[in-house]
């Protein structure tokens, strides 16, 4: 994984993010002032925008606008900031999966770059919120951080993002699986999601060390 | 004390005396926990009074808070009241015509819009616009408020004013000073107002403050020196 804040000048707090053949650029502005059909009266709006890798926007790009939503939403301080807007607009680079099948790495690659974008920009967060892929194969064998070929050939895939207070993983925000898989599948995915989230966050940590350090 | 810290990090408080937060701490109304909610240093201090807790980080959007020193711009005027906006996109603040020196109902200040005034900022709650004046509240002088004149404003990241401002020790200004005269404004917003006697001096010392955010203060004289090099050895024809 390969991250780089403060990339884009003229936004609030950005993001450039890699993982594998996925990249993608998170964008967040705010807090500014809304349009008026976007203010709430007591808390913070989001606008999420996704720009797929090629082409125009499609109902697959609201799909994942609607998931990074319902994941960053609790992780924001969102009372802290009365009838206002937070902008965050993601520019896919590479999909790096098969875009007519799959979602989920550019879903987890959104998440995370927005975490740090959200992180660079300073809005308030109670927590942070960091994500995983994870696909099990016909031989039942779990392979985090997939490739596209992993995906074509996985029985099952799952998605997994968990919010981080405090250095630990404390709540689950979304896990999104499709293929073929049972309840015990679903408790190995989520034990070696949270392996893989706690070094995620340790990485998260390291890179704000030395981001400080270097000010 | 100074720790590396993270939103929702647990912060060791104590519960039995008074705790005053200050910017990147925030009290869940929720679940009443005391947490940080920006990743930067974390400052501790502790007096007879009690224990001021707040995070230094540095980011590029302004939110005002009272008694913060800013350079706005004027983008409306009403019947009794200027309209400011201390940062694009942001929501404009106000500026009452009563918050200038000798101000009275017939006396009214002559800005226009698109004009930059140095102000302070007097009320900032997140419910309400938030208000700013031009003159120092306690004994009614203009304690160097108002109109910024000519020059030139340079947008620069909150944490990069803020040592500029209150960072005695920080050596960009002494460094500038040794190339020319100038007069300088610098807002917590992240706008700074510098004005030279002489144009290629205000390009020099622009491309100068911008170019020294994010340098470390060993680099500030030589890329001080380049730029004021570069705008005296051009021929003027």
């Known amino acids: 994984m390969n991250t780089r804040t403060g990339y884009l ?20 502005t705010g807090p500014v002032e ?3 059909r976007q203010e709430l009266p007591t808390q913070l709006a989001l606008e999420i925008n996704i720009r797929p890798a090629c082409g125009v926007p499609t109902t697959r790009e609201v799909n994942i606008q609607d998931k990074v939503r319902a994941v960053i939403t609790p992780t924001l301080a969102l009372y802290k900031y009365p009838r206002q807007l937070c ?26 770059s927005t975490t740090y974008a959200l992180v660079d920009s300073g809005i308030a967060l109670k927590g942070i ?31 997994v993002v968990y919010m981080i207070e405090n250095s630990k993983p404390t709540n689950l925000l979304l896990m999104d ?20 989230i706690n070094e995620l966050n340790k990485n998260f940590r390291e890179y704000m060390k030395t981001k400080l350090n270097n000010l | 004390m100074s720790t590396l810290v993270i939103p929702g990090d647990e912060i060791s408080v104590d519960p039995e005396r008074p705790v005053v937060l200050g910017p990147g701490m925030y009290n869940d109304p929720v679940s009443q926990r005391i947490i940080p909610v920006n990743a930067g240093l974390l400052n501790i201090s502790d007096s007879k009074k009690g224990q001021t807790i707040y995070v230094d980080y540095d980011s590029k959007r302004y939110t005002p808070a009272v008694g913060d020193l800013v350079v706005g711009v004027i983008t ?31 006396n009214r200040p002559t800005l ?45 990241t909150l944490g990069f004013a803020r040592s500029l401002l209150f960072n005695n020790e920080f050596p960009l200004l002494r460094n500038l000073a040794q190339h020319c005269k100038f007069e ?54």
């Not at chain 1, 950005?14 to 964008?27: F, P």
């Not at chain 1, 599948?185 to 034990?191: A, I, M, P, T, Y």
């Not at chain 2, 409306?76 to 009275?104: E, H």
């Open chain 2, 112 to 156: 226009v819009i698109g004009d930059l005034v140095y102000a302070r900022v007097c009320t900032a709650e997140k419910e309400l616009e938030a208000e700013i004046e031009c003159v120092d509240s306690t004994n009614g002088s203009d304690a160097g408020f108002g109109l910024l004149e000519n020059g030139m404003v340079i947008d620069v």
């Open chain 1, 177 to 196: 699986s499709y293929g073929d898989f049972d309840q015990n599948d679903v408790f190995k995915v989520l034990e070696q999601s949270e392996i893989k």
């Open chain 1, 34 to 36: 809304p349009k008026a």
């Open chain 1, 129 to 159: 919120a960091l994500g995983t892929t994870i696909v099990i194969t016909e031989g039942n064998k779990l392979i985090t951080e997939p490739t596209d070929e992993n995906l074509k050939n996985a029985k099952s895939t799952h998605v």
């Open chain 1, 87 to 112: 902008q965050i607009t993601l520019q896919l680079l590479q999909a790096g999966e098969t875009e007519s099948y799959f979602h989920e790495l550019e879903l987890v690659a959104c998440v995370n």
């Open chain 2, 76 to 106: 409306g005027a009403f019947a009794d009241s200027y309209r400011v906006s201390l940062s694009s996109f942001s929501t404009p603040v106000s500026l009452s015509y009563m918050a200038f020196p000798n101000a009275s109902k017939k």
């Open chain 1, 9 to 28: 000048e003229n936004v609030d707090g950005s993001c450039l993010y890699s993982l594998n053949s996925t990249k993608v650029i998170a964008a967040v």
């Open chain 2, 184 to 237: 300088i404004a610098i807002g917590v917003n992240g706008k700074i107002w510098i004005k030279t006697d002489e144009v290629k001096e205000t390009i020099a010392c622009y491309r100068s403050i911008s170019d020294c955010q994010g340098q470390s203060q060993e680099k500030f004289q030589e890329i001080i020196k380049n730029h004021f090099a570069q705008v005296t050895n051009t021929v003027e024809e």
